[in-house]
């Protein structure tokens, strides 16, 4: 505790007094600045820092003690016993002042957040009420819209369940076809490249477009010939090894020496009785007609629940409003339980060579009707041949003979 005086500083005093002062007169002044009433004074003060509540306490006995005397003639005035009812007495308005002001702070305080409060609820249910309104309005044209997609949906499919066969709506965008004009041509080559193009449909499609003038003479064939059989030539099994199955259905070679009769049928469906868009035209759409090819041998096995290998489907959609009917070819899928498929175009029973031919085959016995320009007489009298044979095969079946049918059908072209 020594060292917080400088013992230089006691010294140099020690000095000074005892070069002015007496002997006596040293040793009062030795005794007035000893250590220990210095030591007292700063432990008194640490003392303080210590315990400041201690300090508090006898401060406020010193403050009593002091005036005292006024504060007991003021208990009186007031009417109080003592010093302790006096501050109550004294205190208790100021207090209680304090706590009003408080209370009417913080219930202001609550009435502007209340109202804060409030004010963000009607916004938050004026935005649900806009979000529902919304979603009812989103709600009610998705329900709307689905109701006339079902409705449409119900009538594609009844029109198509009524014709047997997929409408052309279905495959082409009619409305757009009529809403921008395209001419014969155009619809041709759209037609023709949308199945030669199509990543999928390539191999088991075939198309065509057909004159209307045309198929209305093979439709008037048809209705007294629905019936007939067509040789088949077969494909050669024997590929190159290493080749792909397009290149497959390219290479398969034809055997002129190795055939197969395919049994076919015409099947007629309903068409509107108007173009649409309508014409001026007073006739009727001609009929919508499917021909369904399958192997004789299967037909006579299984009748008409016999497979059908090929099907071609005739749309007069266009007949009036374009001269044109689209032909259209799908060959069907090979199956697990059903014959076998072509080694040339694997996963269907015929190849795209196979069916073209066959389509080739239809159109020469059917278009019998109709004399081209310039034909020399013996085309007229293979077209005639061709005209006896479909009669022959109705009327006289027991006598008809296939003896040159393979002629007939594919003179000039196998």
Known sequence: MTSIIPRTTFRAGLNRSSATAPASTYRVAAKTLSTSAVRRDVLSELENQLHPRELIERKRKEFEEKYGDKLNKKAKAEGVKDLDSLKLKVLAPSVKAALKAKKAKDAAAAAIKLEEEEEQFNKDVEGQKSASAKLSDAVERRLQ????????????????????????SSIINLPLIHLTPHDTNAISQIWTAYH??????????????????????MLEVAKRNPFFVLP??????SLPSGSTSSEAAEKGEIKT???????LQWIFHPTPEKSNPPTESTEPLPLNTSVIFTPLEEFKKQGEWSQPFLTLT???????????????G??????ASGPNGSSTNPGFLLSQQQAQLLALALQRFYCTSIQPSGERAKDTQDRLNRAKALVDFRERPEQWSWEGLVEQAYGGLV
């Open 232 to 237: 088949l030539p077969r494909l050669t099994e």
């Open 145 to 168: 819209e689905r109701e006339i997609k079902k409705k449409e949906g119900v009538k594609s499919q009844a029109e198509s369940d009524r014709a047997g066969i997929k409408p052309l």
């Open 330 to 335: 799908e060959i069907s899928p090979e199956s």
């Open 196 to 217: 030669t193009s199509h990543p999928t449909l390539s191999n088991s499609f075939l198309s065509a477009p057909v004159p209307a003038d045309t198929y209305k003479s």
């Open 314 to 328: 005739h749309y007069t959609d266009l007949a009036q409003t374009h001269n044109l009917v689209l032909m259209r």
């Open 257 to 263: 020496d190795e055939y197969e009769m395919f049994y």
